[in-house]
């Protein structure tokens, strides 16, 4: 089993940034997927981004693009979203997601075994 925990959210006011943390324990997750995704009201879970820990491959779609980027820290067993030039659309819980079966990074949640607790994020106008 792997157990992931996401720290690091907040209120913060449009343009300001901020750096998700995602701490992985239980096992290793060497040869993992680790992903974020968020979730705001009323709206379905949708990818912001997804590391490959083995080869250290990353990808973050177009919608976040330019603003968000993902990092990992290998002896930390810890991967990170950096956010920066928030906008209120922004505004979600943002999860950690850990996938073990794939080989390469899936953007669609249920290919996903492991999931945190989620960390809110709210950013105002």
């Known amino acids: 089993q792997v157990q992931l925990v996401e720290s690091g959210g907040g209120l913060v006011q449009a343009g300001d940034s901020l750096r998700l943390s995602c701490a992985a324990s239980?096992?290793?997750?060497?040869?993992?997927?680790t992903a974020w995704f968020r979730q705001a009201p009323g709206k379905e879970r949708g990818f912001v981004g997804a590391?490959?820990?083995?080869?250290?491959?990353?990808y973050i779609p177009d919608s976040v693009k330019g603003r968000f980027t993902i990092d990992r820290d290998r002896p930390k067993n810890t991967i990170y979203l950096q956010m920066d030039n928030l906008i209120p659309e922004d505004t979600a819980v943002y999860y950690c997601a850990a996938d073990s079966t794939s080989s390469y990074i899936e953007v669609v949640p249920r290919t996903y075994e492991y999931w945190g607790q989620g960390t809110q994020v709210t950013v105002s106008s």
């Open positions: 590391v490959h820990w083995s080869g250290a491959t990353t």
């Open positions: 239980g096992r290793t997750i060497n040869n993992f997927i």
